[in-house]
Every structure is written in structure tokens, then in C-alpha cells.
């Protein structure tokens, strides 16, 4: 069996001040019946909190990221271990989108951010 990858050490941990967000996924199923009211029940427990959040990186973080994504995560198919932007502690993540990267202001810096799901 494959070891689970981790975030490179190279690379930040914590994101840039005001670029964290997070949201629990909706744990209930919902139905519209024909007529009445809508109905709603518990549907899982095990609720996934999608997370975004950006840094600042060098060039030469840059493409440690690139490679991590592509190679380490098989382009963000491949779950993965990251410190939880909330508590500092590694916990299971994916990636739900490739990282954005735009131009920074300063040279050799980008501003890079990330879409990943906390997994239960």
C-alpha cells in the first residue's frame, strides 16, 4: 500500500491573514414532495468542512507545490495530510480544485490558493 502523502515541509502552513474560509457541507438530505412541506432528515455524521486559504510562495516553492499536486496527489485525486488551518493538527484532506496562482506584489513571490476538503 502507498503512504499517504504530506504537505511538504517547504512549503507554508499557515494562510495569509483574511483568506481563510470554511464551511461544513450540508449533512441532511432534503426532499420537495409533490405537496406539503419539504421533508429534511440526518443523513451522515461523518460532515466534510471544504476549506480555502492562500499563501505566499517563492519560485522555487512554487514548483515544489506544482510537483506535489501533479506527482504526490496524482493531480489532486490523491488524499493527503496537512495541518488544519483552525487547530495547527495534520488531519486527511483533498484537493477540490488545481491551486490558483497569481502574481504577488514583490519579486519572486505569487500568491497561491487552495481548495481542499477536511475528510472525517
Same mark, same amino acid.
Given at each position: 500500500?502507498? $503512504?499517504? =502523502?504530506?504537505?511538504?515541509?517547504?512549503?507554508?502552513? &499557515?494562510?495569509?491573514?483574511?483568506? /481563510?474560509?470554511?464551511?461544513?457541507? %450540508?449533512?441532511? @438530505?432534503?426532499? *420537495? $414532495?409533490?405537496?406539503? !412541506?419539504?421533508?429534511?432528515? =440526518?443523513?451522515?455524521?461523518? #460532515?466534510?468542512? @471544504?476549506?480555502?486559504?492562500?499563501?505566499?510562495?517563492?519560485?522555487? *516553492?512554487?514548483?515544489?507545490?506544482?510537483?506535489?499536486?501533479? !506527482?504526490?496527489?496524482?493531480?489532486?485525486?490523491? *488524499?493527503? %495530510? /496537512? =495541518? %488544519?488551518?483552525?487547530?495547527?493538527?495534520?488531519?486527511?484532506? #483533498?484537493?477540490?480544485?488545481?491551486?490558483? @496562482?497569481?502574481?504577488?506584489?514583490? =519579486?519572486?513571490? &505569487?500568491?497561491?490558493?487552495?481548495?481542499?476538503?477536511?475528510?472525517?
Amino acid at each position: 500500500m502507498t $503512504p499517504t =502523502p504530506v504537505w511538504p515541509a517547504s512549503l507554508p502552513t &499557515y494562510v495569509l491573514a483574511g483568506s /481563510f474560509k470554511a464551511k461544513d457541507q %450540508d449533512g441532511a @438530505i432534503r426532499f *420537495q $414532495p409533490e405537496r406539503g !412541506e419539504p421533508l429534511a432528515r =440526518p443523513g451522515s455524521t461523518a #460532515v466534510m468542512t @471544504i476549506m480555502s486559504g492562500a499563501f505566499l510562495v517563492t519560485s522555487d *516553492q512554487l514548483e515544489v507545490l506544482n510537483a506535489f499536486y501533479r !506527482e504526490a496527489t496524482a493531480m489532486g485525486s490523491v *488524499q493527503f %495530510d /496537512f =495541518p %488544519d488551518p483552525r487547530t495547527g493538527e495534520y488531519a486527511r484532506f #483533498v484537493f477540490t480544485d488545481s491551486p490558483q @496562482i497569481e502574481d504577488a506584489s514583490g =519579486p519572486d513571490l &505569487y500568491r497561491v490558493t487552495l481548495s481542499l476538503m477536511r475528510l472525517p
